[in-house]
């Protein structure tokens, strides 16, 4: 059974959606902006909140760190100062951790770099965010399989050859993961979503949680992720769609979060058991609607029962259903009976009932 434990949460078909706030740097490199998130997060319903971790200078080239980056969303002049501006530190983790704690929800980060992930092994957080740009870096990927945390890793822009080769690389190092369907567009249109790629990770990797990174804006589609067998959603976080910032736009707020968390529980509830069968509350209505075979014409004991004396219709009570009538024809009545009786197997004789 594939099963995915993060924090107190068991994330498994059976389980309902694990819902990760994704933050990122939407907080513009305010402690206190971040907290509001989290709180706002929380009241929503999420399971998680999640920023992102990188050691900038590691991470880009000195072209990419000192290429000048202007525009509304700049926090500083290059793109380095820019990513700089809104990177958190040790102490700043360190007290968003003990906040998350404190408003009971989990916390985590991605980490961009081995650097950051060795950052995230300090803090002890519950689960490593691997980006869909690293789903090709096997280094990373093995590093992080490797702590023994468990590890959620995107797969936008990649071929199913990049999935699979990231899979074996996981589970090369014993890796606890899971796999998130995810179109690398911001905001992605509905004809770019592929969610049934869901069910082929589903078929392909029968011991792994799959799920779904949603940088849509459209509300339906978590809850069809979450029907195809997607148990971990995670969709971009702001309180201001208006504000600074390239994922703003893109993001929900606290009340589309809510109104998400809250339909992923009622799809949760109707999806139920794969078992058909009838349930007791529907039994008031089968005895109104339910057809039932009965007499046409009055007839005495004895009499062999013809098709041209049986018809179905709802008669409110209890009976032989029509699909036993080809077992009815050519048995015998074993009582006097009155037009439109309601037969049952005590009034027949010699019926295979």
């Not at 694990?18 to 490199?29: D, K, P, Q, S, T």
């Not at 319903?45 to 072209?63: H, M, W």
């Not at 041209?308 to 029509?322: H, L, Q, V, Y």
């Amino acid at each position: 059974m594939r099963t995915l434990k993060i924090g107190r949460a068991e994330i498994s078909d059976s389980s309902a959606a694990y819902v990760i706030a994704e933050i990122g740097h939407n907080h513009g490199g305010d402690l206190e902006e971040a907290k509001a998130l989290f709180s706002a997060a929380a009241a929503a319903g999420a399971s998680a909140v999640k920023l992102q971790k990188r050691d900038n200078r590691a991470l880009f080239t000195r072209e990419m760190f000192d290429k000048p980056y202007s525009g509304r969303n700049s926090y500083g002049s290059t793109y380095g100062e820019h990513r700089e501006a809104l990177e958190f530190g040790d102490a700043e983790y360190r007290e968003l951790q003990e906040f998350a704690s404190r408003i009971g929800i989990d916390f985590f980060t991605t980490a961009f770099d081995e650097t950051s992930l060795e950052f995230i092994m300090s803090l002890e957080l519950p689960a490593i965010k691997i980006a869909s740009g690293d789903l090709t870096n096997t280094p990373l990927l093995k590093a992080a399989g490797a702590t023994g945390i468990p590890v959620i890793v995107s797969t936008g822009g990649a071929n199913l050859s990049d999935v699979v080769g990231a899979v074996s690389a996981l589970e090369s190092v014993a890796a606890n993961f899971a796999l998130l369907q995810c179109t690398a567009t911001y905001p992605a249109q509905a004809q770019q979503l592929n969610l049934r790629v869901i069910d082929t990770y589903r078929q392909m990797f029968p011991s792994t949680v799959i799920g779904y990174s949603g940088h849509d804006v459209l509300d339906v589609v978590p809850v069809a992720a979450f029907s195809l067998g997607a148990r971990i959603i995670e969709r971009h976080f702001t309180l201001d769609k208006g504000a600074p910032g390239s994922d703003h736009h893109f993001s929900q707020t606290p009340a589309e979060m809510q109104a998400m968390v809250e339909d992923l529980a009622t799809a949760c509830q109707a999806l139920g058991s794969p078992v058909k069968r009838q349930i007791p509350q529907e039994a008031p209505a089968l005895e109104k609607m339910a057809k039932t075979l009965v007499v046409l014409g009055s007839h005495p004991a004895g009499t062999i029962v013809g098709r041209e004396m049986i018809a179905a219709k709802t008669s409110g009570r209890s009976g032989i259903r029509p699909s036993a009538l080809e077992l009815v024809l050519g048995a015998r009545l074993s009582r006097d009976v009155e037009d439109e009786h309601v037969l049952k197997p005590s009034d027949l004789v010699d019926a295979q009932l």
